[in-house]
């Protein structure tokens, strides 16, 4: 599957061509570029800051706001810290599988959902949490889902 690397070219002008400092920058743009690290794209971006691919690539795998597989249009991620998963996360899970039909960790068939699970989102109080796009949903329960996502 091949990449539209005419999308790439804003997000090479952004950085000067050989400034090997701005690899974490420029791959956060093409990151917001295409939802994900494309191969093609990281090999474009090396090329045009003058950064050896490995460099890149442990870059991108050292830090878990990269990712290197296609990514949903939403982000849907539910909070398993302990108060969630005392309150019932594990079945919120179990039903965003069943609901999306991707496991968790994956993204759906059509690319409209990533679905993850995160240890702790901070907010313990308002536990079970979902967060979608960002958005936060307290006190989650199963019937809740299909409203949140809209499924």
């Not at 974490?24 to 474009?44: F, I, K, M, N, S």
């Not at 090396?46 to 706001?65: Q, R």
């Not at 959902?113 to 989102?121: A, D």
């Amino acid at each position: 599957m091949g990449v539209d690397l005419s999308r790439i070219r804003p997000v090479l002008q952004r950085h000067e061509r050989g400034d090997k400092t701005a690899l974490v920058h420029a791959l956060q743009d093409l990151q917001a570029t295409y939802r994900y690290l494309p191969e093609e794209g990281v090999r474009e971006v090396c090329a045009h800051l003058g950064v050896p691919l490995s460099k890149a690539f442990a870059v991108a795998t050292f830090y878990k706001a990269f990712s290197l597989e296609p990514r949903g249009e939403r982000i849907c991620r539910v909070c398993l810290g302990t108060t969630c998963h005392i309150r019932g996360a594990p079945l919120l899970v179990e039903e965003l599988e069943r609901l999306l039909e991707v496991r968790a960790g994956g993204t759906t068939k059509d690319l409209s959902f990533t679905l993850e699970t995160v240890n702790c989102v901070g907010a313990c109080a308002m536990a079970p949490v979902v967060l979608v796009d960002g958005k936060y949903h307290d006190g989650v329960v199963p019937t809740d889902l299909p409203g949140i996502v809209g499924r």
